[in-house]
């Protein structure tokens, strides 16, 4: 197992700038938001019912424990959500786009701001 999904539930106001800081720091390819999905979960002895984001990222099997790391340094939760799915089968050339994206962007010469619009 070479590739992986990982899942991420934030803060609305927070996902947008989690997935562009773990995809520019090349911990994940490509990060996909799903902007509001309700979550029902107990935390601290009670039902709690609320509206999150869920970040779907695609990342390699080797950058998971950096990319959680670096996610609950910049994640607002005491206990962030952070689900890692192996990527069984998929679209070779997608697979190879994965791997091909998280070279380091100073192996190319190429600045953050060249390829962020």
Known sequence: MEYVVVLIT??????????????????????NIID????????????????????ILKTKQDMVDALIARTKQIHSYTVPEIIVLPIIKGNQ????????????????NIQLSDVIA
């Open 10 to 31: 934030a803060p609305k106001a927070e996902a947008k700038e989690m997935a562009m800081t773990l995809v520019q720091e090349k911990l994940a390819a490509c990060a």
């Open 36 to 55: 509001i999905v309700s979550s029902v979960y107990w935390w601290e002895g009670k039902i709690q019912n609320d509206e999150e984001s869920l970040l």
């Open 93 to 108: 050339d997608y697979l190879n786009w994965i791997s091909e994206s998280m070279v380091v962007l100073s192996q190319n």
